[in-house]
């Protein structure tokens, strides 16, 4: 019997490790898969390739899945996702001159997303006294986890992020540019851009972003949902093969070996120590050498993080609503939260057989109520600021 | 085709070659009113000031992404764009993406007056990408050509051979290798540099 054939669209970046590596380690070829990876430049070329068929599968913002399930971007295509490719895995780093700002304003441990969130708060209303320009933050799409999290910690702090300051869209090879540049004054990215940011002394990373969430689905891999029912034995042989390469991702023995394939030119094209780095989830944080340990910077298959949570689909369609995205209606939270498919990772890997992290309502915010997905009206009502209301 | 200078496009793309040829095609296809963008900082302030009804992109751009926060609904958004094709037209979708263009339209634009626009991006860019093939296959015929000449030099010192002979040796050699000429030239220049 041959391989099936597959095309599979991926966006440079670490969290496609799984990916990569279910390919470049033989998972998918075990399965009996022959895929082809095919490296984009950027979300909106990947989530079109998927959605008029030109790829069968493809590494994907968490958020553009819901988005294009729901049709908030014009072509509206369902979209299922198996598999959970990261949790968390981005930071937000600041130029120097923001830093310092930040930190002279700073009421407390600045470790605390709350005591940053407050002192933006107070440089940007004595740059409005002074008449100067708001202050520009880059993120990398309307839908991404990126957007979400800048909102979530500055809102926090009584920043509203479409009055007070500008947030754009860049694509991430060039956010560090455009801050050695001025162009930006701060960003939320993936790796490897922080570090690369750092590396070069122009910036500082302020906060990883499980600071703010203890977990935030980051990427997934996502197929049409058509395709899904059409094909449910190659999804889930792709599904398991995922789950193979994320274990072996996760043995710190194989860091070195997984690092070094990730860093192929054709693959992520980065030195591999730096992407060790945030596999490790050790990261430089400052170019005078300071380096941060954390245990939740990027979970690939850890603490449950390749189980597709519904809790974490809701919670981004809750950011949908809050930022005005999207209108709020019980059907299109049904359909979103559907988009996250435990049962189809089930099949495929395997039930867990306990909790498999401790994070009580499945997101862990700095800030607000627990999360509740039965009523996120209520949880959305309690934020002074919004976009929207219900 | 009738004339339609009515509306405004604009051309995204860091190749000045192609865009010129995109912007040749439309305007004698009637379309005068067409602007290159090629600077990718500041992108979504320039298009703002353009204020066009058509944007067209290389997909091998990453800026697209940029573009798309023209769909949010925010302060710095002056009337919402779709982007094309919709859905019913996915024969339409899937041949603009194979040649590798996307276009953003403005919402409310009639299908009939954007079809002739991206049917006519659609050639073009498909025209580029040929010629782009022809300039890349000339080059490395340019390439081969010096290098079957180094390596006749050599063997013409090391063997004390003509140039026809020397030619007739690699030519024989590819025929009995079943290889290309090229590739028994790099050999050749290879094992002299080898044993320098």
Same mark, same amino acid.
């Given at each position: 019997?041959?391989?099936?054939?597959?095309?599979?669209?991926?966006?440079?970046?670490?969290?496609?490790?799984?990916?990569?590596?279910?390919?470049?380690?033989?998972?998918?070829?075990?399965?009996?898969?022959?895929?082809?990876?095919?490296?984009?430049?950027?979300?909106?070329?990947?989530?079109? /390739?998927?959605?008029?068929?030109?790829?069968?599968?493809?590494?994907?913002?968490?958020?553009?899945?819901?988005?294009?399930?729901?049709?908030?971007?014009?072509?509206?295509?369902?979209?299922?996702?198996?598999?959970?490719?990261?949790?968390?895995?981005?930071?937000?780093?600041?130029?120097?001159?923001?830093?310092?700002?930040?930190?002279? %304003?700073?009421?407390?441990?600045?470790?605390?997303?709350?005591?940053?969130?407050?002192?933006?708060?107070?440089?940007?209303?004595?740059?409005?006294?002074?008449?100067?320009?708001?202050?520009?933050?880059?993120?990398?799409?309307?839908?991404?986890?990126?957007?979400?999290?800048?909102?979530?910690?500055?809102?926090?702090?009584?920043?509203?992020?479409?009055?007070?300051?500008?947030?754009?869209?860049?694509?991430?090879?060039?956010?560090?540019?455009?801050?050695?540049?001025?162009?930006?004054?701060?960003?939320?990215?993936?790796?490897?851009?922080?570090?690369?940011?750092?590396?070069?002394?122009?910036?500082?990373?302020?906060?990883?972003?499980?600071?703010?969430?203890?977990?935030?689905?980051?990427?997934?891999?996502?197929?049409?949902?058509?395709?899904?029912?059409?094909?449910? +034995?190659?999804?889930?042989?792709?599904?398991?093969?995922?789950?193979?390469?994320?274990?072996?991702?996760?043995?710190?023995?194989? &860091?070195?070996?997984?690092?070094?394939?990730?860093?192929?030119?054709?693959?992520? $094209?980065?030195?591999?120590?730096?992407?060790?780095?945030?596999?490790?989830? &050790?990261?430089?944080?400052?170019?005078?050498?300071?380096?941060?340990?954390?245990? &939740?910077?990027?979970?690939?298959?850890?603490? $449950?993080?390749?189980?597709?949570?519904?809790?974490?689909?809701?919670?981004?369609?809750?950011?949908?609503?809050?930022?005005?995205?999207?209108?709020?209606?019980?059907?299109?939270?049904?359909?979103?939260?559907?988009?996250?498919?435990?049962?189809?990772?089930?099949?495929?890997?395997?039930?867990?057989?306990?909790?498999?992290?401790?994070?009580?309502?499945?997101?862990?915010?700095?800030? $607000?109520?627990?999360?509740?997905?039965?009523?996120?009206?209520?949880?959305?009502?309690?934020?002074?600021?919004?976009?929207?209301?219900? | 085709?009738?004339?339609?200078?009515?509306?405004?496009?604009?051309?995204?793309?860091?190749?000045?070659?192609?865009?010129?040829?995109?912007?040749?095609?439309?305007?004698?296809?009637?379309?005068?009113?067409?602007?290159?963008?090629? +600077?990718?900082?500041?992108?979504?302030?320039?298009?703002?000031?353009?204020?066009?009804?058509?944007?067209?992109?290389?997909?091998?751009?990453?800026?697209?992404?940029?573009?798309?926060?023209?769909?949010?609904?925010?302060?710095?958004?002056? &009337?919402?764009?779709?982007?094309?094709?919709?859905?019913?037209?996915?024969?339409?979708?899937?041949?603009?993406?194979?040649?590798?263009?996307?276009?953003?339209?403005?919402?409310?634009?009639?299908? %009939?007056?954007?079809?002739?626009?991206?049917?006519?991006?659609?050639?073009?860019?498909?025209?580029?990408?040929?010629?782009?093939?022809?300039?890349?296959?000339?080059?490395?015929?340019?390439?081969?050509?010096?290098?079957?000449?180094?390596?006749?030099?050599?063997?013409?010192?090391?063997? $004390?051979?003509?140039?026809?002979?020397?030619?007739?040796?690699?030519?024989?050699?590819?025929?009995?290798?079943?290889?290309?000429?090229?590739?028994?030239?790099?050999?050749?220049?290879?094992?002299? +540099?080898?044993? /320098?």
């Amino acid at each position: 019997m041959t391989d099936t054939p597959l095309r599979i669209g991926f966006i440079p970046l670490v969290d496609a490790s799984a990916l990569i590596i279910a390919v470049d380690k033989g998972f998918a070829a075990a399965e009996g898969l022959d895929v082809t990876l095919v490296r984009e430049v950027s979300w909106s070329n990947v989530r079109d /390739k998927l959605n008029i068929g030109l790829f069968d599968a493809a590494h994907l913002l968490a958020p553009v899945a819901i988005a294009s399930t729901l049709g908030l971007s014009q072509v509206k295509v369902p979209i299922v996702a198996s598999f959970n490719l990261g949790l968390n895995g981005n930071a937000i780093t600041v130029s120097p001159a923001l830093h310092a700002a930040i930190m002279g %304003e700073a009421d407390g441990d600045p470790a605390n997303p709350m005591v940053t969130a407050k002192a933006l708060a107070r440089v940007v209303a004595a740059r409005r006294k002074t008449g100067a320009e708001p202050l520009t933050f880059g993120m990398t799409f309307p839908f991404s986890t990126h957007n979400y999290q800048l909102r979530f910690w500055m809102a926090a702090g009584g920043v509203d992020p479409d009055e007070d300051v500008r947030l754009v869209v860049l694509p991430p090879p060039y956010m560090v540019d455009s801050l050695a540049n001025g162009h930006v004054d701060a960003f939320c990215v993936g790796a490897p851009w922080n570090s690369v940011a750092v590396d070069l002394g122009v910036g500082h990373i302020l906060h990883f972003v499980s600071d703010i969430l203890e977990r935030a689905a980051e990427k997934v891999l996502a197929v049409r949902e058509k395709w899904s029912l059409e094909n449910p +034995e190659l999804l889930a042989k792709l599904t398991r093969a995922h789950g193979r390469a994320a274990d072996f991702i996760e043995n710190p023995a194989n &860091r070195g070996e997984v690092s070094r394939i990730l860093g192929a030119p054709e693959r992520i $094209g980065v030195d591999p120590e730096v992407i060790q780095r945030t596999l490790d989830g &050790r990261l430089k944080i400052s170019p005078d050498g300071t380096f941060r340990e954390s245990s &939740r910077y990027l979970l690939v298959g850890r603490e $449950g993080a390749a189980r597709p949570d519904p809790v974490q689909a809701v919670w981004l369609y809750a950011q949908m609503v809050r930022w005005g995205q999207a209108a709020y209606s019980p059907e299109a939270l049904e359909t979103a939260k559907s988009v996250f498919r435990p049962d189809l990772y089930d099949a495929a890997v395997g039930a867990p057989a306990e909790p498999a992290h401790n994070v009580k309502d499945g997101v862990g915010a700095f800030d $607000g109520a627990p999360f509740d997905p039965n009523d996120i009206a209520a949880h959305l009502d309690a934020f002074a600021i919004k976009r929207r209301a219900l | 085709m009738a004339a339609d200078s009515s509306f405004k496009i604009v051309i995204v793309d860091e190749s000045p070659i192609r865009a010129a040829i995109l912007k040749e095609g439309l305007r004698d296809a009637g379309f005068t009113s067409v602007e290159h963008i090629s +600077e990718m900082h500041n992108l979504l302030a320039r298009i703002y000031a353009i204020d066009p009804d058509v944007i067209l992109i290389d997909l091998e751009n990453p800026s697209r992404d940029v573009l798309e926060q023209m769909f949010q609904v925010s302060r710095i958004v002056r &009337r919402p764009i779709a982007m094309f094709v919709d859905q019913s037209d996915a024969t339409s979708i899937q041949d603009a993406v194979e040649a590798g263009v996307s276009a953003y339209i403005v919402d409310g634009l009639k299908k %009939e007056r954007i079809k002739p626009v991206l049917d006519l991006c659609i050639s073009r860019f498909n025209a580029f990408a040929k010629l782009q093939d022809e300039l890349d296959r000339t080059k490395s015929a340019l390439e081969d050509r010096k290098i079957l000449d180094r390596a006749k030099g050599l063997l013409m010192k090391a063997k $004390g051979l003509t140039e026809e002979e020397a030619y007739v040796l690699i030519r024989s050699t590819a025929m009995r290798e079943k290889k290309k000429i090229g590739e028994i030239a790099q050999s050749i220049v290879t094992a002299a +540099e080898l044993l /320098k």
